[in-house]
């Protein structure tokens, strides 16, 4: 069974960091694109970022470009995302979700992790 | 960036009514489209990719359609299950990803 789990969230300060993680299993992970969506309190979905299953491609929201990475351990079936410079408006729930094989819709989502940034 | 608009926002509808939600892309996206179902305090749930195909498991009163710029997502009969809220999302000319502002369906 697939599964992926997000760990990491909480309350930070603006202007603070955070790292995400998702842990994986139930698949070989390192054939998977993989993903970082997340949604603010009542509004609708956004991408944040993607990185290929050998991390040769990468990708981010002009939202988070320059503040989040993104990055993955295959050997320990994980994906990361390292948020600094964080606002209130990066307050969401992050979803890490796979995508099908290299195509870019999302078969299997966790079950989300909620940062909160409030001084 | 590919910006889609998604209608109506929301809906109220009766059981066994056909329910009928539009996304429409920016520019042409040909079939990269898919449909995403989502309940509350859940994460999204895969329904229909490339336009029209429908994602193993999901049951067969839900159906997707178009092609370039303009995309139908259908319940053919809802069901009391299927109160959601549903996303549209393309994944033609990455980055970026983008999402429909969601429909959200109800039961009259």
């Known amino acids: 069974e697939v599964q992926l789990v997000e760990s990491g969230g909480g309350l930070v300060k603006p202007g603070g960091s955070l790292r995400l993680s998702c842990a994986a299993s139930?698949?070989?992970?390192?054939?998977?694109?993989m993903n970082w969506v997340r949604q603010a309190p009542g509004k609708g979905l956004e991408w944040v970022s993607s990185?290929?299953?050998?991390?040769?491609?990468?990708y981010y929201a002009d939202s988070v470009k320059g503040r989040f990475t993104i990055s993955r351990d295959n050997a320990k079936n994980s994906l990361y995302l390292q948020m600094n410079s964080l606002r209130a408006e990066d307050t969401a729930v992050y979803y890490c979700?796979?995508?099908?094989?290299?195509?870019?819709?999302?078969?299997?989502w966790g079950q989300g992790t909620l940062v909160t940034v409030s001084s | 960036d590919i910006q889609m608009t998604q209608s109506p926002s929301s809906l109220s509808a009766s059981v066994g009514d056909r329910v009928t939600i539009t996304c429409q892309a920016s520019?042409?996206?040909?079939?990269?489209l898919n449909w995403y179902q989502q309940k509350p305090g859940k994460a999204p749930k895969l329904l229909i990719y490339?336009?029209?195909n429908l994602e193993t498991g999901v049951p067969s009163r839900f159906s997707g359609s178009g092609s370039g710029t303009d995309f139908t997502f259908t319940i053919s009969s809802l069901q009391p299950e299927d109160i959601a809220t549903y996303y549209c999302?393309?994944?033609?000319?990455?980055?970026?990803?983008?999402f429909g502002g969601g429909t959200k369906v109800e039961i009259k």
């Open positions: 979700a796979r995508c099908y094989g290299d195509l870019y819709y999302f078969d299997y």
């Open positions: 139930g698949f070989t992970f390192s054939s998977y694109s």
């Open positions: 990185i290929s299953s050998s991390s040769s491609y990468i």
């Open positions: 520019q042409d996206i040909s079939n990269y």
């Open positions: 490339d336009a029209s």
């Open positions: 999302q393309q994944y033609d000319n990455l980055p970026p990803v983008t």
